[in-house]
């Protein structure tokens, strides 16, 4: 089986948006990373379609453009990046060079990235909600479940900005959370911290 065939078999657009920090509504909707959009105007699923550009493609065709690759080591990349096996005849000696992202990249890589640290700690918060819910009145209070009694509505509040907020208003919470994405970034790496030793954990701090 070579690159394509193994990549177009195993990984949809939206996986592969998803992988590289593009964030896509509940409706498969993302803003394009390909042109100026301000609002999602670009569907993502198996395949992904801008109704604004008319950008079109599958999975390799979206990586090829997101990263300025040839099709063949867009390919690769993303056989690479999801662990896909394929037939390593088809690999160059040379791995292929990405070119340098422009500012504009860099910061829409920047608010991606928060995006999606806020949205997985948003989604560990309402699991301790449930999971570490105390069963009996009597019973002590989980740390974890404090920590989710008193940030869900915060972070779902940040995560609002991010989806619906002006770019001013993303920018100033980007430069604002950096260094706190960063702390969330370390603790979802760490194999223990969301087991029962988070009993001994400190919060991780998020600015209010």
Not at 42 to 55: E, G, L, N, S, T
Not at 58 to 78: C, H, T
Not at 82 to 105: A, L, M, W
Request: charged residues 30%.
């Amino acid at each position: 089986m070579n690159v394509f065939e193994a990549v177009k078999g195993n990984v949809t657009t939206r996986q592969a948006a998803e992988m590289y920090g593009i964030r896509v509504n509940r409706h498969g909707m993302a803003v394009c990373p390909f042109h100026n959009d301000k609002n999602p105007s670009m569907k993502v699923d198996m395949r992904f379609h801008c109704f604004a550009c008319q950008a079109d493609g599958d999975a390799v065709d979206f990586v090829s453009r997101l990263f300025g690759l040839p099709s063949k080591e867009a390919a690769m990349k993303l056989a690479d990046d999801f662990g896909i096996c394929y037939d390593s005849r088809q690999k160059p000696s040379v791995r292929p060079k990405i070119r340098e992202p422009t500012p504009e990249q860099r910061y829409q890589q920047e608010e991606n990235r928060c995006y999606k640290v806020l949205t997985d700690y948003f989604h560990s918060l309402r699991a301790w909600k449930q999971q570490y819910a105390p069963k009996q009145p009597e019973d002590e209070w989980h740390p974890l479940f404090v920590e989710a009694l008193q940030r869900e509505s915060y972070i779902e509040y940040l995560l609002d900005i991010l989806l619906y907020g002006t770019p001013e208003e993303k920018k100033t919470l980007v430069a604002e959370q950096r260094k706190e994405v960063m702390k969330l970034e370390q603790r979802f790496a760490e194999p223990t911290a969301y087991n029962d030793r988070g009993r001994s954990q400190r919060k991780s701090g998020l600015d209010r």
